[in-house]
């Protein structure tokens, strides 16, 4: 079935970088495109970042456009989140989800990951 | 960007009630709208999505409907397991957006 388990997380000072990875298992990586979307405590879904299966287009939330940078490695069967210039608005639980449509971008969210947690502050 | 208003933000109710939640979409986003359910420390799980099509596993109880960009959810009978958090979001445009979701509790 269909896998996604998250690590990288931790604590990190303002102004920081951290990179999230995603693994994947159960289903064709390559032919998926991959989210990420955070959930600060006690707040509500985020949705923060998007590749295509193929790499060959991301969007971003503003918020962290020019800071964070969504990749893949699909030899790997893993995204990546890179989170640099950190701010404690940041901290939250990042989760990866998968796209609904192969080849395509569909998106039904059933599958993700349980969450990593990024903590910003001094 | 899409705003995706829902209402209410909390909601009381009893065992067996019928409840709806309602999310409202700034402009049109023909059906391309998800619920999810979020209960504490867990990931959220997908109910319905193009707003009224059941996901696989998920109870018949629960329904969507569509009425030009307003979108309901309704649990025609709630059952101890359904109090928790609900969100919309649209995946019409990107930036995906939710809304800020409704707290469903035990009266």
């Known amino acids: 079935q269909v896998q996604l388990v998250e690590s990288g997380g931790g604590v990190v000072q303002p102004g920081g970088s951290l990179r999230l990875s995603c693994a994947a298992s159960g289903f064709t990586f390559s032919s998926y495109g991959m989210h990420w979307v955070r959930q600060a405590a006690g707040k509500g879904l985020e949705w923060v970042t998007f590749?295509?299966?193929?790499?060959?287009?991301?969007y971003y939330t503003d918020s962290v456009k020019g800071r964070f940078t969504i990749s893949r490695d699909n030899s790997k069967n893993t995204l990546y989140l890179q989170m640099n210039s950190l701010r404690t608005e940041d901290t939250a639980v990042y989760y990866c989800?998968?796209?609904?449509?192969?080849?395509?971008?569909?998106?039904?969210?059933?599958?993700w990951g349980q969450g990593t947690l990024v903590t910003v502050s001094s | 960007d899409i705003q995706m208003t829902q209402s209410p933000s909390s909601l009381s109710a009893s065992v067996g009630d019928r409840v709806s939640i309602t999310c409202r979409a700034s402009?049109?986003?023909?059906?391309?709208l998800v619920w999810f359910q979020q209960k504490p420390g867990q990931a959220p799980k997908s109910l319905i999505f193009?707003?009224?099509s059941l996901q696989n596993g998920v109870p018949s109880r629960f329904s969507g409907s569509r009425s030009g960009t307003e979108f309901t959810l309704t649990i025609s009978s709630l059952q101890p397991e359904d109090f928790a958090t609900y969100y919309c979001?649209?995946?019409?445009?990107?930036?995906?957006?939710f809304g800020q979701g409704t707290r469903l509790e035990i009266k």
């Open positions: 590749i295509y299966y193929d790499e060959s287009k991301e």
């Open positions: 979001q649209q995946y019409n445009f990107y930036p995906l957006t």
């Open positions: 402009q049109g986003i023909n059906s391309y």
């Open positions: 193009s707003a009224s």
């Open positions: 989800a998968r796209d609904s449509i192969p080849r395509g971008s569909g998106w039904y969210g059933d599958h």
